[in-house]
């Protein structure tokens, strides 16, 4: 028997050399297994996980085609996980103001004022100003609905023509209207905007728009993370 595999034979089961590396990730990899994987994949697991010195014909033994499937999958996995953990942690360091996830229907003139002059001065704030009958305005609506999901640090809202107070500004021909404003500051003012799409538009025209003018900040990362999550886990 040659050196190095007498060696080999004789390494404790905590050995931290490269092999004990290889055994460590392998515990760790069935410590964090899905339970919701079937019986004969955990066991698979769990076999794979024991050291050599405990089961030294079966680690001696090629690797089956099904065994490599298996490690490769969840090594996927496991890579995904620890990449979403990743872009989340990071999302919480670079997010500094507060989060949302709907259009903020605002009922008065005193409440679009005072979501213009009192919000964190991180956020931006996008106010639609519509009225039911107007062309566009329930369209340009939805659009904000989807774009509040993809956009939580922006705080979008909605407000009817009336309710502001100040209609005679707000007639129909300049309907629908969208303010940007950020710390107080008016960023943006477009007025029948969607004279800048087509007659049936979507959100993504929208967001194009926006992002003409430098308005819109990246995407969330954690929206992202999803999305790449459940495409990946789709077979």
């Given at each position: 028997?040659?050196?190095?595999?007498?060696?080999?034979?004789?390494?404790?089961?905590?050995?931290?050399?490269?092999?004990?590396?290889?055994?460590?990730?392998?515990?760790?990899?069935?410590?964090?297994?899905?339970?919701?994987?079937?019986?004969?994949?955990?066991?698979?697991?769990?076999?794979?996980?024991?050291?050599?010195?405990?089961?030294?014909?079966?680690?001696?033994?090629?690797?089956?085609?099904?065994?490599?499937?298996?490690?490769?999958?969840?090594?996927?996995?496991?890579?995904?996980?620890?990449?979403?953990?990743?872009?989340?942690?990071?999302?919480?360091?670079?997010?500094?103001?507060?989060?949302?996830?709907?259009?903020?229907?605002?009922?008065?003139?005193?409440?679009?004022?005072?979501?213009?002059?009192?919000?964190?001065?991180?956020?931006?704030?996008?106010?639609?100003?519509?009225?039911?009958?107007?062309?566009?305005?329930?369209?340009?609506?939805?659009?904000?609905?989807?774009?509040?999901?993809?956009?939580?640090?922006?705080?979008?809202?909605?407000?009817?023509?009336?309710?502001?107070?100040?209609?005679?500004?707000?007639?129909?021909?300049?309907?629908?209207?969208?303010l940007v404003y950020k710390a107080g500051?008016?960023?943006?003012?477009?007025?029948?905007?969607?004279?800048?799409?087509?007659?049936?538009?979507?959100?993504?025209?929208?967001?194009?728009?926006?992002?003409?003018?430098?308005?819109?900040?990246?995407?969330?990362?954690?929206?992202?993370?999803?999305?790449?999550?459940?495409?990946?886990?789709?077979?």
């Amino acid at each position: 028997m040659s050196s190095s595999l007498q060696e080999e034979e004789e390494l404790p089961a905590n050995y931290t050399g490269p092999k004990g590396v290889i055994n460590d990730w392998r515990r760790f990899k069935l410590d964090t297994v899905d339970q919701a994987l079937p019986q004969n994949k955990r066991e698979l697991l769990r076999q794979m996980s024991i050291p050599r010195e405990e089961d030294k014909e079966r680690h001696n033994r090629k690797m089956s085609a099904q065994e490599y499937e298996l490690i490769r999958e969840e090594d996927e996995r496991s890579l995904k996980r620890y990449r979403k953990q990743c872009m989340q942690e990071m999302h919480e360091r670079l997010s500094f103001g507060p989060t949302f996830d709907t259009v903020n229907e605002l009922e008065s003139g005193e409440a679009f004022l005072e979501v213009i002059e009192k919000e964190h001065q991180l956020t931006l704030v996008v106010v639609h100003v519509y009225e039911q009958d107007v062309k566009g305005c329930e369209q340009l609506n939805s659009c904000l609905d989807c774009l509040a999901l993809e956009y939580s640090s922006i705080k979008f809202c909605r407000i009817d023509a009336v309710a502001t107070g100040a209609a005679e500004r707000f007639s129909s021909e300049v309907l629908p209207a969208l303010l940007v404003y950020k710390a107080g500051e008016l960023l943006g003012n477009f007025l029948a905007v969607t004279k800048n799409f087509q007659e049936e538009f979507f959100a993504t025209d929208v967001e194009a728009f926006l992002n003409e003018y430098g308005l819109l900040p990246e995407k969330d990362c954690t929206a992202c993370a999803d999305e790449d999550d459940e495409e990946g886990d789709v077979e």
